[in-house]
């Protein structure tokens, strides 16, 4: 087999995304076989997800993005702990791996053990030399570096186990949106993908919207009433019945359109089907509030002027290959093994 080179990783990953636009057989057993694996999977979601990275590598990003990447003469092994909380969570992070011309020792999380694997074999198939930079363990070992994402409890336990080598330790973090109140009907629309995708169980989904003072809730709520079917799925009404019923016994104030909770609440971690809200006076005020929180927060979502980076509404879940989870470049950290 002949060696992988930085022009061979470029071309297969253009295939990939091409494929990846039209899935094949094999590739759509698969998403078939990942619904049974975990509820949340729905095909729906899952089809999302593809479409998402075939997004990602389209031929002018796939070009844009590789003239920052030193590829490699002398691969190091760098282990990925992956998340399962949404289908294919942790390919970005073997896609730079790979683009790298490094070894990924992937520790597949049981929650998305198929997925994965399947769209790297479909890889494996475009450029065979790839097969030989990825390895599935069970337990890491013989690593060079280590890429693990987490809860804040297993990133204590990460950050101790992984302290001596080089490593990129990721977090809980949550996203959030900022509405001003000249919002269309479309844009609120649009909010709720930021919302509702994967069911809100990724770091880029917002859990809490930050309101101008006065804002009429009834705007935000027609907004997403075409959104209402999320309902439907039994694993999110049982969390939206669970959650109704604690404010409910609390007394807690909230509202409630029938499929999602609305709280006011300074936490930017919202329980499954509500979400948190604060309001805001001055716009210099709520950006200085949020600045103080950027180590927890993943994504802004606004089309609200402000100096932070922030996505269009309703692009949360449509991130570029450059737009790194927490704000650390994963090429750069790895350019930097070299």
């Known amino acids: 087999m002949s060696a992988l080179t930085h022009d061979k990783v470029i071309n297969a990953l253009k295939k990939l995304g091409k494929l990846l636009a039209n899935p094949t057989d094999v590739l759509e057993n698969t998403i078939y076989s990942a619904q049974n694996s975990n509820a949340w999977f729905t095909i729906e979601n899952i089809k999302k997800s593809i479409c998402s990275f075939a997004e990602m590598l389209n031929e002018t990003d ?14 190091k092994k760098i282990g990925l702990i992956l998340a399962g909380n949404i289908p294919m969570v942790g390919f970005h992070d073997v896609l730079c791996v790979l683009a790298t011309g490094n070894i990924a020792l992937i520790k597949l999380s049981s929650s998305d053990d198929k997925l994965i694997k399947a769209i790297l074999s479909e890889l494996f198939k475009i450029e065979p030399a790839l097969e030989n930079h990825v390895e599935y363990v069970e337990r890491l ?31 809980n973090r949550n996203s959030v949106a900022i509405l001003d109140g000249t919002e269309s009907k479309e844009d609120i629309e649009n909010l709720g993908a930021d919302i509702f995708d994967y069911f809100g169980l990724g770091c880029r989904n917002v859990s809490k919207i930050y309101l101008p003072e006065g804002y009429d809730i009834a705007n935000f709520y027609e907004g997403i009433e075409s959104l209402q079917p999320i309902i439907n799925h039994f694993k999110y009404n049982n969390n939206y019945d669970y959650n109704k019923s604690i404010y409910l016994v ?31 006076k001055s716009l210099d005020e709520l950006e200085n509030k949020l600045s103080a929180q950027a180590e927890n927060i993943q994504c802004i979502i606004t089309k609200t002027p402000i100096k932070a980076p922030k996505f269009d509404f309703g692009q949360s879940q449509h991130p570029k290959l450059w737009d790194y989870a927490d704000d650390v470049n994963t090429i750069a950290f790895l350019n930097a093994l070299s």
């Open 250 to 280: 609390n007394a807690a104030k909230h509202f409630d359109n029938g499929f999602l909770l609305l709280k006011e609440d300074e936490s930017l971690t919202s329980p499954l089907a509500v979400l948190f809200y604060e309001e805001y």
């Open 141 to 171: 070992k013989d690593f060079d570096a280590v890429i693990a994402t987490g809860s804040n409890n297993s990133s204590r336990y990460f950050d101790y186990y992984f302290s001596k080598v080089p490593n990129i330790i990721r977090k």
């Open 62 to 75: 796939v070009d844009d993005w590789f003239q920052s990447i030193n590829f490699t003469s002398s691969p």
